[in-house]
């Protein structure tokens, strides 16, 4: 169960300074395949309209993609309440007819088996699991939204409980924390989703 009393908003803060920088460590490691603005304003010859984006701001953390037939974006965020923080991944798309059940059952087989696996990198976490940090249900369906928009991108969010009896731990290794994140909140919808997505293109 996550915890029932309120996160101090300085580890919120840490949480979204690691999710922003998982976005901008993505769309570095890409770039190079894309038109993006940086590329834009070194050689202003380029026509070509941004491939790749990525945004900070109110609503979280995004990264675009958008080159011939990719058109998605995966986003990150998080949020505080009485009742504890929840961290957010999602992808929004625009795939027609994307088999979502599909997606689900393959993120519930996933996270069956990962849930219990140790998180790695820490000095002082011991044996804490994934999901003694992430809490995610037992029923996935439960995490899982599918918010479906008549002209717009479906939007499929991936949402997580946060236990925060071993934050203050956690959050004083930022670089391990950044890699628990994404890991397994991050890249696994990342991999599952593009799996997914293939199996349409065929």
Known sequence: MAAKKKIPPKIVKTIDD????????????????YVTVEKKTENPTVESPEELKR????????????KGD???????SVEAGSDGCRLEASVNTKVPNFDYGELVRRLSV???????K????????????????FVLPEDLQ????????AGKADIIRL????????LEEL???????MEAIHRYCVAPLRRIYAEVYRIKRR
Request: glycine share 8%; charged share 25%.
């Open 110 to 116: 996933y996270y069956e088996g990962a849930r219990l």
């Open 118 to 133: 140790p998180i790695e990198g820490f000095k002082k976490s011991g044996k804490m699991r994934n999901c003694d940090l």
């Open 55 to 66: 945004f900070h701001d109110e609503l979280g953390h995004r990264i675009k993609f958008d």
């Open 70 to 76: 990719l058109d998605f974006t995966y986003g990150l």
């Open 18 to 33: 690691a999710l922003a920088a998982i976005i901008d460590q993505w769309y570095l490691s890409v770039s190079d395949y």
């Open 159 to 166: 949402s997580f409980g946060i236990n925060d009896s071993s």
């Open 171 to 177: 959050i004083a290794e930022p670089a391990n924390f």
């Open 142 to 149: 439960r995490s899982v939204a599918l918010e479906q928009r």
